[in-house]
């Protein structure tokens, strides 16, 4: 099993580009999260999708879009990339959208984006 | 909504023992986990606190207390490799999708 895989690893983008983030997983996961982390700072919650088909907005979800596509896979789209949208993003899946006794998310490695 | 307060840095020795504490203010939440993350990685889970008490796990336990609005990580036999940053986080009950994560405490271990 890879886990929670992410595309591109790296990303450098002008100012009013936009792009697409990719993570997949292979866990058989209801729920993805995308979230991003600045540096001396916690994760943020950008947008999570509960279960296939459905999406939600988060902590901070301005100047993002997502797309669950399928059961595997949870896209973060920048429409159009500004210097404060520069960040590490990371996606995570979890096994159930509620739950009362266990959690744990699972993380890709990261995505570390530069908008200059 | 929640706020989640760490210390930002911690400096133990090596075989030592140390605790990070984790203060929130929540209406309410599922249970209070941890992650580590070392530097230029991704977070991994290490704890769930459903109920309150303590949790072990090898030489790691979390512990929480709702009532004192409380929670700690702690970390016996310090390795040099624990040195990371640790998270608590928290699913509300209002929204268990939203989780909140603290901002952190750097854990440097030193010889």
């Known amino acids: 099993n890879a886990g929670v895989t992410q595309t591109p690893k790296f990303q450098v983008l002008k100012t009013g580009q936009s792009m697409t983030l990719q993570c997949a997983q292979d866990?058989?996961?209801?729920?993805m999260y995308w979230y991003r982390q600045d540096p001396g700072m916690g994760l943020r919650l950008i947008y999570y999708?509960?279960?296939?088909?459905?999406?939600d907005k988060g902590e901070v979800p301005n100047g993002y879009n997502v797309s669950r596509l399928n059961k595997r896979e949870f896209s973060l789209r920048l429409e159009s990339a500004a210097p404060s949208q520069t960040s590490v993003y990371f996606c995570?899946?979890?096994?159930?959208?509620?739950?009362?006794?266990?959690?744990?998310?699972?993380f890709g490695p990261g995505t570390r984006l530069t908008v200059l | 909504g929640q706020s989640l307060e760490q210390p930002s840095e911690v400096t133990a020795v090596e075989g030592a023992i140390v605790q990070i504490n984790c203060t929130y203010q929540?209406?309410?939440?599922?249970?209070l986990s941890w992650y580590q993350q070392h530097d230029g990685g991704a977070p991994t889970f290490l704890s769930y606190?459903?109920?309150?008490g303590l949790e072990e796990t090898g030489r790691f336990s979390s512990f929480l207390s709702r009532s004192d609005s409380y929670g700690y990580l702690l970390l016996q036999e310090l390795q040099m490799k624990d040195s990371a940053s640790y998270f608590c986080?928290?699913?509300?009950?209002?929204?268990?999708?939203?989780?909140?994560f603290g901002t952190g405490t750097k854990l440097q271990v030193i010889p």
């Open positions: 606190n459903g109920l309150d």
């Open positions: 995570a899946s979890s096994a159930r959208a509620l739950l009362a006794y266990t959690d744990t998310q699972y």
């Open positions: 929540t209406s309410g939440f599922y249970g």
């Open positions: 999708s509960a279960s296939e088909g459905t999406t």
């Open positions: 866990m058989n996961h209801n729920s």
């Open positions: 986080a928290v699913r509300p009950s209002g929204g268990y999708q939203k989780v909140t």
